[in-house]
């Protein structure tokens, strides 16, 4: 799996979905999907809330302090599977 580790540059939480952009130590920025949909799919349960509110408290903290978050996510795309601080 694919890893990103970078500073928080943006963070944006709607309850539809969730992105967050994240500019490494060269410069180079991408963005991530932390959820995305129009209606709550069938899959997101307690547990996958619970994950993506853990996400964007690790998200905020890095963004607020200056710290960096390395990010896991599939080859090819943009959808999160892992947040790390630091």
Known sequence: MPRMTGTVNCLQIA???GFTTIEDAGGNTETF???FGSSIPSQL?????VV?????SVLREAHSNG?????????????ILNIELG
């Open 67 to 79: 710290k960096t978050v390395t990010i896991t996510h599939p080859s090819g795309s943009a959808e």
């Open 15 to 17: 309850e539809i979905a």
């Open 52 to 56: 993506h509110s853990m996400w964007v």
């Open 33 to 35: 999907i932390l959820w």
């Open 45 to 49: 349960n307690a547990f996958t809330r």
